[in-house]
């Protein structure tokens, strides 16, 4: 089992791993615990953020008091070891067990809290990732299943649709996000009451992406990239597509997720939100 525990001493002392001390006798008790789930096995963009995301999640759990794992392997999610955990991240798929899916569904209805970027809301038929988790992408997500997308990766300029959030109180009303790869979804998500739409496009972005395709090139529309769906306890982000040098196969990172004030901002105030909503939280051991 590959299993990265990114946490300290600290946590060992809490696990009562250091002998003679306990978490009675010190302060040290994280305020939430995140579990990250990835697969990283395809795509360099993808697999590059979530390198990046592996590396800035865990200084940013030493700086605010919070633990951070994270696990390629699926089969970690199942009750048992989600009930240690009041914050699941999916980096960049999703599950395909029935089982797995099962019992992230269970967790969320009981009140567990998730945080997903870009490739994690991913569904498309003929594909490797089929629109064939109904519950997931048109009830959980509501995006339905993937359209298009821009390319190659550009930053967008981003407007804030609601401002009394807790994940968008500390932005401005708009700014430029980091260069990505942005997606167009099947179903409008300005008609679903259920959902809480944060953060879209402004248009001032157009025209959005480069091509060379002129499919890949926006010039108009409505296109949300921040939601939550107010049934769950939960956050989608659409970020998570760095820019790679494909053209000259080498694999070079030419942009990063992580790194702008404004959106490292808004990631950490999700995660707290997330985390430490009132909503009922999965058991933690």
Known sequence: MKLKFHTCLLLLIISGLVPGISSAQTDTTPRFRV?????????AAHISFVHEANAWFPKM???HHFSYDSTNNWQNLNPAFLSRYQVVIFLDTRPDDPAQRAAFQ???????????FHFAAFALTPSDFPDNWHWYHHTFLGSGAYSSNTWRPTTAVL??????????????????????????????????????ILLSIDPRSFPLGTGPKPNEIWHSGYYPVVWTNRKYNMIYLNMGHNDIDYEHHTNRELSATFGSNVQDQLILDALFWVAESKRQKAKSY
């Open 106 to 116: 269970q967790y969320m209805e009981q009140g567990g809290g998730w945080m997903g």
């Open 35 to 43: 579990i990250a789930f990835y697969t990283a096995k395809s795509d």
């Open 159 to 196: 407007r804030v649709e609601d401002h009394q959030h807790p994940a968008t109180k500390n932005l401005p009303d708009t700014f430029s996000a980091c260069p990505n790869e942005w997606y167009r979804w099947s179903n409008d998500l300005r008609k679903n009451r259920d959902i809480d």
């Open 61 to 63: 759990a030493a700086q």
